[in-house]
């Protein structure tokens, strides 16, 4: 852990919470007075100013910290320490309200409370340590031609991960059942198939790009890198299956998983779900909440 400490009396107000854990995120916008951030918890996520600046190797990765936050006389919250602390997992820090869509967050993350080998269901919180994934993927449209609207990339992911959850319950042909691993390994591709759009953001591509996205072919390796390096390091076999099935192309030898079928699989659950136009209504606080920290997602 490593602490940072504003400047003294530099926030004459009321202490409002000391060690939450969460995530701070700075916004970066400019022409504002003061600093703007917004800090996650397991529960909530709320507009607050933030002088302390991440350490610089935070550059592309999520800020968690135990903060201690107060209540200034003009009713802003101001966030007076943060102590990094990178043991803290992601995942427990997504609260409900980040996706404007109800019960997609926590449908989310019992489908990977579910995955049972736990090398693999490391590989979805890894990747969420990417700070464009953490707040991105609950905020982007999908894809330029399918679920194109604010949170659409969380809830056609979601539909994606359903059908292979079902398409699993059925044995492969042949009759063989699949195994669990290659059922987390399915989950795993199915939650993380379109992660790239947390960058992308739904917009057009160049037509290789493009190929990719319909082929559920891996966009911007740098969000899963660091993730499937650290796979590769404790589990060569399950890496390679979990690189074949993100990049087709490559012939990774995961000779202990059925890999084109798996493929199959992923690439009919997300035709399915590109074909749907059920459009759920979003979350009421959501909308106001963006609106209370003057954030607009194009």
């Not at 700075?26 to 022409?31: M, V």
């Not at 590109?274 to 979003?282: D, G, N, Q």
Request: with cysteine.
């Amino acid at each position: 852990m490593s602490r940072l400490d504003p400047p003294r009396n530099a926030h004459p107000g009321k202490p409002v919470a000391l060690d939450a854990p969460g995530v701070l995120m700075p916004l970066g916008l400019e022409g504002r007075d003061r600093d703007d951030a917004i800090f996650y918890t397991a529960d909530h996520s709320v507009p607050v100013t933030c002088t302390l600046r991440p350490a610089a190797d935070l550059a592309d990765r999520i800020w968690r910290a135990h903060v201690h936050l107060c209540d200034e006389p003009n009713g802003l919250l101001t966030v007076v320490s943060a102590h990094r602390d990178d043991s803290l997992d992601p995942l427990s820090l997504i609260p409900p309200s980040a996706c404007r869509l109800p019960g997609a967050v926590a449908e989310f993350l019992g489908l990977v409370a579910s995955i049972q080998t736990p090398l693999l269901r490391n590989v979805i919180r890894d990747t969420f340590e990417a700070s464009d994934v953490f707040e991105n993927f609950w905020l982007v449209p999908a894809a330029p031609d399918h679920h194109r609207w604010k949170g659409g990339l969380a809830y056609h992911t979601l539909e994606v991960a359903r059908a292979i959850i079902n398409a699993f319950d059925h044995p492969c042909d042949g009759g063989v059942a699949w195994s669990v691993a290659e059922r987390d390994l399915g989950l795993v591709t199915a939650l993380l198939h379109d992660v790239a759009e947390c960058v992308d953001g739904g917009q057009p591509s160049e037509p290789a790009i493009e190929a990719r996205r319909h082929d559920c072919g891996l966009r911007h390796p740098e969000l899963v890198k660091p993730a499937l390096g650290k796979l590769f390091r404790s589990d060569r076999e399950l890496g390679n299956a979990l690189l074949e099935l993100w990049c087709p192309t490559l012939e990774a030898k995961a000779d202990a998983f059925r890999v084109r079928a798996m493929r199959e699989l992923l690439l009919a659950s997300h035709q399915v779900s590109e074909a749907s136009t059920i459009r759920p209504l979003p979350n009421p606080y959501a909308v106001m909440f963006d609106r209370m920290a003057g954030i607009t997602h194009h």
